[in-house]
């Protein structure tokens, strides 16, 4: 638990802020140049979210090598919990009915994307 705690759980969240950065440039990107519609482009990053979700929740669980279940959706928590404290904040808002269901949505893909995770095979070293 200890390891979980220490250093699994951070692998897991940065991994997830790194590859939303760099998603969230690539929509800039997207979006400034070529003509990509508002849906399409609310489409993509409800795709983008989940499966980041799902890779954050996986190599979380692949670095903690045991309970993937719990990394991931410790490590889906954590996200999402940081995400509703920063709308709280910034936006002076609630969260809507709405929004809870793509958070739970994201939840579950960290949690699946650390079971998987967990069952990766490993490199052995030979001695």
Do not use: C, H
């Not at 997207?30 to 609310?42: K, P, Q, S």
């Not at 709280?88 to 949690?111: D, H, R």
């Amino acid at each position: 638990m200890k390891k979980l705690l220490s250093g699994v759980l951070g692998y897991g969240v940065g991994s997830i802020f790194i590859l939303m950065i760099v998603f969230a440039g690539v929509l800039a990107l997207l979006l400034r140049f070529t003509g990509v519609e508002y849906e399409t482009l609310n489409q993509l990053a409800l795709v983008a979210g989940i499966s980041i979700l799902a890779i954050g929740g996986m190599l979380a669980a692949y670095k903690g090598e045991q309970k993937g279940w719990l990394s991931g959706g410790m490590t889906g928590l954590i996200f999402v919990s940081a995400m509703i404290l920063f709308q709280v904040i910034f936006e002076n808002s609630w969260v809507s009915l709405p929004q809870l269901s793509y958070f739970g949505g994201l939840v579950l893909a960290a949690w699946l994307g650390g079971m998987i995770g967990v069952n990766l095979p490993r490199k052995t070293v030979k001695r």
